[in-house]
């Protein structure tokens, strides 16, 4: 976990803080789902990754124009996010549906932070930290039990039966949107690193890649607009979790490490299943509860200051300073997706 450096930088807590954040209000959109249910997971996620990042563009549409010279520079690590933004909805939609909710789930969200690390060591030549490695083994052991705990009481309650195929394909689609909600937060902490201010960098990606959902959206989206309630809950798929969430991911993001911000949003699935069993009335099973335990220590791992931890953050510093934090005050400054997206099938 790197700090930021630069003049007015936030504190690693702070930024933590609002990847958090931004984990809580993803959380909250399989419950919200349920107030929709005749509309399809592949609508539901064009129309909150598709109008959330548009509406991110526009709010910093400023930004883009003054910063446009640095990200035609950067073009490739623009379309490469950009394409991974697109490819993510239909990716973890389409993994619950065929494997099921908690499968589809525990594989996409679970996978996520060791493909953000992987990236990172590959591409950025950045070894992993004993912190990391004990906060993602916490955190994904907890994530494993908290949905073999759904499943296991999903199973009690008789859903129909999975083809092994079925299961198989559905695995896949899980890898594939894990990889690219590592993808799209990898390139746009590197577009933050190399001067962009997050409000820019966002907006580009999730713009770009808003655009290329609106083909979903039209395909599948025709129950949205069949009630208000169905409305009611894409404008705030749309605003809450996907526009406000992603900004504050988004400022986070510009303050510590892509993989350390993927694991932080393993306290999704554990928000997620809170709220299905104090709003929807579902039930969770004693191991659902230690696997939320688990993804809490976790948290706590990775977010609370350790003695002697200074000096190796000043050590691993990117070497280019990240905008100052008085650049990123307005709401356009910027959290997948992936994903409370277990409840129901629908997420992040």
């Known amino acids: 976990m790197t700090g930021t450096a630069g003049r007015g930088a936030a504190p690693v807590g702070a930024a933590s803080a609002c990847v958090l954040l931004a984990s809580v209000l993803w959380g909250t959109t399989g419950t919200a789902a349920t107030l929709a249910p005749d509309v399809g997971p592949l609508a539901i996620g064009a129309v909150a990754m598709g109008l959330g990042g548009l509406l991110q563009a526009v709010v910093a ?3 883009i124009r003054r910063e446009a010279p640095l990200l035609r520079a950067e073009r490739g690590v623009v379309l490469l996010g950009a394409l991974a933004v697109a490819a993510y909805p239909p990716a973890f ?78 695995v896949a689609l899980g890898l594939t949107a894990g990889l690219t909600y590592a993808v799209y937060s990898w390139a746009a902490h590197r577009l933050i690193g190399r001067g962009l201010t997050s409000g820019a960098a966002m907006g580009t990606v999730f713009g770009i890649g808003g655009l290329l959902l609106v083909p979903v959206l039209a395909a599948t989206g025709a129950p949205l607009l069949d009630s208000w309630s169905a409305a009611a809950v894409g404008a705030y798929m749309a605003l ?18 892509a993989s350390t911000a993927t694991t932080l949003t393993l306290l999704e699935p554990a928000v997620a299943a809170v709220l299905a069993v104090l709003v929807v009335g579902e039930r969770l099973r004693p191991a659902g509860w230690v696997g939320v335990a688990l993804i809490v220590c976790c948290l706590g791992v990775l977010t609370v200051p350790f003695p002697g931890t200074a000096g190796r953050r000043a050590a691993t510093t990117p070497p280019r300073p990240l905008p100052a934090l008085e650049e990123d005050a307005d709401v356009s400054v910027p959290h997948r997706a992936p994903a409370g997206e277990h409840v129901r099938a629908v997420g992040h």
């Open 93 to 170: 939609y389409s993994s619950m549906h065929l494997a099921g909710v908690a499968t589809g789930t525990v594989v996409s969200i679970g996978s996520a932070p060791l493909a953000s690390a992987l990236i990172e060591r590959v591409v950025d030549g950045r070894r992993l930290t004993r912190r990391w490695i004990t906060g993602a083994v916490l955190g994904l052991s907890g994530t494993v039990l908290l949905c073999a705990a759904e499943a296991t009481a999903g199973a009690s309650s008789g859903p129909g039966a999975r083809s092994a195929g079925s299961t198989v394909l559905g």
């Open 240 to 257: 809450v979790p996907m526009f406000l969430g992603y900004v504050l991911f988004g400022w986070g993001l510009a303050r510590v490490r």
């Open 61 to 63: 549409a400023p930004r």
